[in-house]
């Protein structure tokens, strides 16, 4: 790199910091008193300038989201104050009149058990899927399998809405009956209504399902391809099948993905509006028999209530926005829980 | 419980590629074979084909006989599974399963094959790691991951792994590759305990390697660049390095290739 090295050179070291390494390479075999002294790192001009405008992107953001906080919780507190119901504990909503009543307990319920049946079912076929894709299908089939699964992630929800209004739903009335003929037993499972509709919880669990089942399949399927060929192959030397090679070496280093991919299709799971909304015949109370009409969620909900609202009715629902946001928060904190905790064992060290 | 294997007129392809071309040896029981040649001349390819693990890269295929004490392994009605069992491997990287413990990295090939039984696993596990030569190293730490382990540990786990099945032939791919100059001589030590009980081919790129640890060298070399490998000779180690047959073998071993 340098040429020569006088003792003038080596001063200039401290200037010049990007050739400060081959000098004192150079230099090395001298004395360690006769090494430069670390130079002070010089900040380069496109340094400053990209430190500056990701820092202010940084703080620009931070400030928005803290104004969109602040507004929410403003505008729900108000809504919470001139409710003479118990927010958390009632199934009503009327923001109007003179004693304005409204809870969120039935809209809870119906959002945890409608993206609990969609979680039920979605991830182990997505896990199944991906699996497929990576691992048992021909090449030109899982291609295709990946565009098709990659193709079901892009159709907006309201197709989905519409589909399963018109098409499913009338198609499931029979699962019900069948359902609760053979599980009734179970309370959850139990119906007490004999009804010609199935625009229930669990019509619109499978609906979510099928809604979020291409992105934890998406998501899987490239934690899957991301498992070392190695570690595949040390199973099968020592005398694993496909099925077994797959427990030992691909699940375990793929879990967290998979959770994570979980996590993700929750989210929308639980979040999920228009679909819900247009599915369900909206009710307020607390459904817990999923396989009777009713129930309510609460995205659909806000959909549902906000063009007539008045002023309180859009701070309650704004309420109610907020807790689905500290469910979602709930949820994925658990998640990071369950991840961390193996966290030695993860392969990520490997 | 160890046997011979007789490979004769075996070739392997990469879809329509012959990586290597009609090869026909016979592996002694009890005995340390290494095969030696340079770079891309079919050695990992044909070590591979010994337990079918060649087949699984998509496209490949084998052509030819091998046979251990007489049963063909690309017979009909062998189950290559069954075979990999038979036959185990170690590869050039180490490569524990990271997910699991160094107990669990060891025991897997057990639960494999159904033994559930804590004590018999135990004692299978001890055993297997004493025979790796690292049980002294790892006892007080067996629930750790395996990938916490220094890379010539691991490298010992991945041979405590294969030999806790049993297998009545062990393969190594350049076992030593990754490792510094004294986890190299554990494992070469260990080569020279295993021997004892079975059947060891080892691929090396290290001469002195050959030279300490194998009762018989086969040397492999390509006819030209494209060509398939092909086995050039082999003998007994001694004789290989002092007077082989073939010209080609001495101008490789001395360093004078290419
Ligand atoms: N997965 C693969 N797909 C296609 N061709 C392959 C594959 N693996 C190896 N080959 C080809 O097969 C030939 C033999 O390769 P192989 O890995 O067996 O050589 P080797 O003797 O083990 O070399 P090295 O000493 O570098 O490990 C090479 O020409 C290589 O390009
Ligand atoms: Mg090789």
């Known amino acids: 790199m340098s040429t020569s090295i006088t003792p003038e050179s080596r001063g200039d070291a401290k200037r010049d910091s990007g050739r400060r390494r081959g000098r004192s390479d150079k230099t090395g075999h001298g004395t360690d008193a006769k090494l430069p002294k670390p130079a002070k790192t010089q900040v380069r001009l496109g340094d400053r300038v990209f430190l500056g405008s990701s820092r202010g992107a940084g703080i620009l953001l931070l400030v928005i989201m803290a104004a969109i906080a602040v507004f929410l919780v403003v505008e729900a507190l108000d809504a919470l104050g001139k409710n003479d119901g118990n927010f958390l504990t009632d199934s009503t909503w009327v923001t109007d009149g003179a004693k304005p009543a409204f809870g969120v307990a039935g809209l809870v319920g119906g959002t945890v058990i409608s993206a609990a049946i969609a979680m039920l079912i979605a991830v182990p076929v997505a896990v199944g899927v991906a699996l497929f894709i990576t691992h048992y299908a021909p090449r030109r089939v899982a291609q295709t399998l990946g565009y098709i699964v990659d193709l079901l992630a892009a159709v907006p929800s309201v197709v989905f809405g519409l589909w399963g209004l018109v098409f499913l739903s009338p198609k499931l009335i029979g699962l019900h009956t069948w359902l609760s003929d053979y599980l009734g037993w179970i309370p959850i499972f139990d119906k007490d209504d004999a009804g010609a509709t199935a625009r229930t919880l669990f019509t619109c669990g499978i609906i979510l399902a099928i809604m979020v089942l291409p992105i934890i399949a998406a998501v899987t399927r490239e934690v899957f391809l991301q498992v070392p060929r190695a570690h595949e192959e040390a199973a099968l030397a020592l005398g694993a099948t496909r099925w077994e090679m797959i427990r030992t070496a691909v699940l375990p280093f793929g879990k967290p993905g998979i959770i994570s991919a979980s996590m993700l299709g929750l989210g929308r799971a639980l979040g999920e509006t228009i679909a819900v909304a247009m599915v369900l015949s909206s009710s307020q109370e607390l459904v817990f028999k999923f396989l009777d009409p009713g129930g309510n969620t609460i995205a659909a909900n806000i959909a549902n209530q906000f063009g007539e609202s008045n002023e309180l009715g859009r701070g309650a629902l704004i309420a109610s926005g907020l807790v689905l946001f500290f469910l979602t928060l709930l949820v994925n904190g658990a998640a990071r829980v369950v991840i961390n905790r193996h966290k030695e064992f993860s392969g990520a060290n490997a | ?258």
């Open chain 2, 1 to 258: 419980m160890t046997k011979r294997i007789e490979i004769s007129g075996l070739n392997a392809y990469y879809g329509a590629n012959k990586a290597v071309e009609d090869i026909s040896m016979t592996i002694e029981p009890r005995t340390v074979t290494a095969f030696i040649g340079p770079s891309g001349c079919g050695k990992s390819t044909f070590i591979r084909t010994l337990n079918r693990m060649h087949e699984l890269i998509p496209g490949a295929r084998v052509e030819g006989r091998v046979q251990l004490d007489g049963q063909d392994l690309y017979g009909p009605e062998v189950d290559p599974v069954a075979v990999r069992r038979t036959i185990g491997m170690v590869f050039q990287r180490p490569n524990p399963f990271p997910t699991m413990s160094i107990y669990d990295n060891v025991a897997a090939g057990l639960k494999l094959n159904g033994v559930k039984k804590k004590s018999d696993l135990d004692a299978v596990v001890e055993r297997s790691l004493r025979g790796a030569n690292l049980w002294n190293e790892v006892k007080d730490r067996l629930g750790k991951p395996g990938s916490g382990l220094s890379g010539g540990q691991q490298q010992r786990l991945c041979i405590a792994r294969a030999i806790a099945v049993e297998p009545q032939v062990l393969l190594m791919d350049e076992p030593c590759s990754a490792l510094d100059p004294i986890s190299t001589l554990a494992i070469e030590d260990l080569i020279a305990l295993l021997k004892e009980r079975y059947t060891i081919v080892i691929v090396t790129h290290n001469m002195q390697q050959a030279a300490r640890v194998s009762d018989r060298t086969a040397f492999f070399n390509l006819a030209g660049p494209g060509q398939p490998g092909r086995l050039v000779e082999i003998g007994d180690t001694e004789k290989i390095f002092s007077a082989p047959e073939v010209e080609a073998t001495a101008d490789y071993i001395a360093g004078r290739f290419g």
